[in-house]
């Protein structure tokens, strides 16, 4: 080996602190080593770049600049091994904005908002302030 050649430490993109977070919601995971917290971020990094090279190669086919949802998914379902685990985690692709805009009809649009219905996916935010019916009320006592 030359004593010139000098070897730059490779450091992970991703904050080591927040990966290592993310690892202990895993409940079966106590403690991380250096080492493995090193190979996670490594590998996320090299995934991701995977991940954004092959929606990139998705959207210059569809002669796209911008890179969407669409392309993503388009790219994870070529790729078996990434298709077998991610797709099911990826958002419904979304109906484009001008066919729900001609399919809503006149008597929606004067219903009050409190009639429509909620996105999919989504809750109303009543639920989570609705008090329990079957609970006695709270008391108490100054004494």
Known sequence: ???????DPIRPEFPTGRVKNVMKLDKDINMVNSEALFLISCSTNLFLQFLADRSAEVATEKKKKTVKL??????????RPTNDFLLDSLPVPAESTQSVANSVSDRDRSRPVADKPAPAGTRLIDHFFRKPENEAPIQINDE
């Not at 080996?1 to 070897?7: F, G, I, K, N």
Request: proline residues 0%; without cysteine; aromatic residues 0%.
């Open 70 to 79: 669409d392309h993503l998914r388009i790219a994870v379902k070529r790729h």
């Open 1 to 7: 080996m030359a004593e010139d050649e000098s070897v």
